[in-house]
């Protein structure tokens, strides 16, 4: 019931920023925690960022300092800022919310490609 969106992906040159979106609707009350994860080809899938419905943040090693995740209540929306991009950062990534009583519900991935 719950459905998770994301958007914002794209490509971009070494050292630039994306600006991730992902948008929670459907049956849900108050806040839910929210993360971002991504996956490459031929490695695991990471965590990346959460947020908790008390706004405490986590953010993967690999990303600290570069990346932001915060969150409109309001929308159930959590934002992911990426700046200083590098091409390790090249991934799916996916937004996904843990909604009380509903479990886990994913989005559909956003691509994130860092070239020159």
Request: charged fraction near 15%; hydrophobic fraction near 35%.
């Amino acid at each position: 019931q719950v459905q998770v969106v994301e958007s914002g992906g794209g490509l971009v040159q070494p050292g630039g920023s994306l600006r991730l979106s992902c948008a929670a609707s459907g049956s849900i009350s108050g806040r839910s925690f929210m993360a971002w994860s991504r996956q490459a080809p031929g490695k695991e899938r990471e965590l990346v960022a959460s947020i908790s419905p008390g706004d405490v943040v986590y953010y993967g090693a690999s990303v600290k300092g570069r990346f932001t995740i915060s969150r409109d209540n309001a929308k159930n929306t959590v934002y992911l800022q990426m700046n200083g991009l590098l091409p390790e950062d090249t991934a799916v990534y996916y937004c996904y919310a843990d909604v009380p009583g509903q479990g886990r519900a994913w989005g559909q991935g956003t691509q994130v490609i860092v070239s020159s």
